[in-house]
């Protein structure tokens, strides 16, 4: 079963706009991580952010966590035809010391 | 520094015949695991290993053998193939199970079809 959910399933913008994706999760978390994947590569992380924060950011990413709504949003700003690719949140599985487990994913494309 | 190397990268196999996917890691990780990745379900976890010698099952276990004998080996075998295994596969490594606080490292992953 996943625990994170991102929404929307696919996004497409153009270059130099933001894009704001949403991940949700369905239990309690110590930590949240962002990943991405480039067509038919592997995941590559992005960032983690820690259940005591609130924001994150690194270089054009901002993250955001809010676990009283259990949700965080990933932000790309100015984006550039190399962010195309999925992202996908990933958290620990509900009593799973040693899961990791991931969402479904959101499929970025932006077009220059 | 290679990171994670799995192999083969594509491999098409008839209903019923066995292979085994390599997975070879050169950080030292303790943590390794296998995914399965199907088109709109995100990646679901197989198998994982804390260390040698130890293994568990994942979300999506059946039809599905690892053993982990050295620290840098994590393969995964299918005994006997099935068209619903027709995935793409990637296998991870990260430096500790504490997997909630750590980076994971992939591989570049295994395209597997079952005809």
């Known amino acids: 079963s996943q625990q994170g959910e991102e929404d929307p399933q696919a996004l497409s913008i153009q270059e130099g706009e933001n894009a704001t994706m949403n991940c949700s999760y369905k239990t309690s978390i110590n930590n949240l991580q962002w990943y991405r994947q480039n067509s038919g590569r592997g995941l590559v992380h992005l960032i983690l952010?820690?259940?005591?924060?609130r924001e994150k950011h690194s270089g054009r990413l901002r993250v955001t966590l809010d676990t009283s709504k259990k949700s965080s949003s990933l932000l790309i700003t100015a984006s550039r035809a190399a962010d195309t690719a999925s992202y996908f949140c990933a958290t620990g599985a509900p009593g799973g010391y040693n899961k990791l487990i991931f969402g479904a994913g959101t499929r970025l494309a932006v077009h220059p | 520094n290679a990171g994670v190397t799995q192999t083969p990268k594509f491999q098409v196999l008839k209903t019923g015949q066995s292979m085994t996917l390599q997975c070879a890691q050169d950080?030292?990780?303790?943590?390794m695991s296998w995914y399965r990745q199907d088109p709109g379900m995100g990646l679901r976890l197989i198998h994982y290993s804390v260390g040698a010698g130890i293994t568990d099952q994942g979300e999506v276990p059946n039809g599905y053998n690892v053993s982990r004998s050295t620290t840098e080996d994590f393969p995964l075998r299918l005994l006997s193939a099935a068209p619903s295994q027709t995935s793409v596969y990637f296998c991870?490594?990260?430096?500790?199970?504490?997997?909630?606080?750590?980076?994971?490292?992939f591989g570049q992953g295994t395209r597997l079809t079952v005809v």
């Open positions: 991870a490594s990260s430096y500790s199970g504490a997997v909630e606080d750590t980076e994971a490292f």
């Open positions: 950080m030292n990780h303790e943590y």
């Open positions: 952010i820690r259940s005591n924060e």
